[in-house]
């Protein structure tokens, strides 16, 4: 279970939340010509004049792969197992859907629904770090109904509120084959032989003993709000400033531990589970996402071209740690050292207008990953700083009618990874494997999103 903000800041950022935006990297905070663009800045729709409505959604195809470079067990012996390849799935969808509605000649409405941010990892059950972790999932879904007043030809103000759910499962080994040889090795493997045969099980069966695995999952709902200001000094040229507040998750859910495969007995196998600590149970994670700052400028040049500009900070540094508890339990913690940086986000794009019908954009992006070093990048995100290259158009088809295409490919710099984790499964104080997770990651992603927009 684990987070964090896509639509400001590296982590777990997903697709694009306005395709419109996609074609400029998201520089296009202060256009205001386009619905979705209450987003980034929810003072926009005060310069809009019709009500507008649009669908649209964005075609994420990423590319993780993952090389190892001598991952180990809490003993220091390697962990075995395959280099996973490809650990992404094939392609994900984010969909959007904006609406704004005039009240008055001064008050707008508008309303939004987005990805906020997501994640789907599956590394597999066999392959080196399966000890930190074998697969992720992360789901979310932001309804944010926004107000925005006019307060007169050159300046703008917004608030909107956000209804925000979260669903996250995390699945992981439990290294039962390194802590068996590890008692066996340092005096206590009589005892466990003893604890077997007194239970009437098979100490044999302790010579092909396999992993346990766990899955934990968790939802709520959270609550948060947005503020915009946007200033036109004169036709054409506009500045903007927003604010996205953090938002609080409870996640509560529950913990399942399966020992039933660890041996091919079943009395050996409840002997293990029952020393290990680990019993089904509820599950509940604490999640803060960062509140961000954006500032953005745009310039109508000419007719045809435009320049647009943004840089968002996000407070990262919320993040220090995604400590897992085990309600109903005697299990300590689990805990995901993360101790993540604030980080910036710059990106830069360009409009040329063909004609009246016809619309090119464009733009660039430096994306600031809030992962410290290779000893806090944990496999559940194996994040660096990223290149936006995007493209897009906007194709009027009629006065009111509009369709929007966009392309991005991002470029990941290769993140290392050399995490550590602080427990091991000889313990019942804390929940982990102490494992070492050490390799390499290799990560790119295709965008093709598409919107249309009906004026009325």
């Given amino acids: 279970m684990a987070l964090i903000n896509h639509s400001e800041a590296a982590g777990y950022r997903f697709g694009s939340q306005s395709v419109v935006g996609q074609g400029n990297a998201d520089a296009n905070g202060a256009e205001a010509n386009d619905v979705s663009g209450q987003f980034y800045n929810p003072a926009i729709l005060a310069r809009q004049g019709n009500s507008q ?94 107000f925005a007043f006019r307060l007169g030809e050159q300046h703008s103000v917004a608030l909107g509120v956000s209804a925000e759910y979260m669903k996250a499962t995390l699945n992981q080994a439990v290294d039962t084959p390194g802590a068996v040889r590890y008692l066996a090795t340092h005096g206590a493997g009589s005892a466990l032989i003893a604890g077997i045969v007194a239970a009437g099980g098979n100490p044999a069966a302790l010579a092909s003993v396999q992993d346990a695995h766990g899955q934990s999952s968790g939802s709520d709902w959270g609550a948060g709000f947005n503020l915009g200001y946007l200033y036109e000094p004169r036709p054409g040229t506009r500045l903007g400033v927003a604010y996205r507040s953090p938002v609080r998750h409870e996640l ?54 435009a320049l647009m500009s943004d840089v968002t900070w996000a407070r990262n540094s919320r993040l220090q740690a995604l400590r897992i ?91 290392q990874g050399n995490y550590t984790n602080d427990c091991s499964p000889l313990r019942v104080d804390c929940t982990g494997n102490g494992e070492t997770t050490r390799g390499t990651y290799k990560t790119s992603l295709h965008m093709l999103g598409f919107s249309f927009t009906q004026q009325f």
Avoid at 290 to 297: C, D, K, N
Avoid at 358 to 376: C, I, K, N, W, Y
Wanted: glycine fraction near 8%.
């Fill in 53 to 146: 409505f649009q669908i649209g959604g964005t075609l994420v195809v990423p590319d993780l792969n993952y090389s190892d470079n001598g991952s180990s067990r809490f003993s220091g012996t390697q962990t075995g197992g395959d280099n996973p390849g490809r650990v992404a799935p094939t392609t994900a969808f984010a969909p959007t859907l904006y609406y704004s509605r005039p009240m008055t000649d001064r008050l707008t409405f508008g309303l939004g629904m987005f990805v906020p941010y997501a994640a789907k990892l599956d590394y597999g059950t066999a392959w080196p770090g399966r000890y930190s972790l074998d697969g992720i999932e992360l789901k979310a879904l932001s309804i944010n109904p926004a």
């Fill in 252 to 305: 509560h859910g529950n913990t399942f531990w399966d020992f039933s495969s660890v041996t091919n007995d079943a009395v050996v196998n409840q002997l293990i589970q029952r020393q290990s600590g680990k019993f089904d149970s509820g599950a509940r994670v604490r999640i803060t996402t960062p509140e961000t700052v954006s500032a953005h400028a745009f310039h109508q040049i000419d007719p045809q071209w």
């Fill in 325 to 415: 508890e085990f309600p109903g339990s005697t299990a300590g913690d689990e805990v995901i050292r993360q101790q993540w940086k604030d980080t910036l986000r710059l990106s830069f794009g360009l409009n040329y207008g063909i004609n009246e019908q016809l619309t090119l954009r464009t733009g660039f992006a430096l994306d600031q990953s809030p992962v410290r070093s290779s000893e806090l990048t944990h496999p559940a995100l194996p994040d660096a700083n990223r290149h936006w290259y995007s493209a897009g158009l906007n194709i009027k088809m009629s006065k009111n009618a509009s369709l929007d295409m966009a392309y991005s490919f991002v470029r990941f710099e290769d993140a």
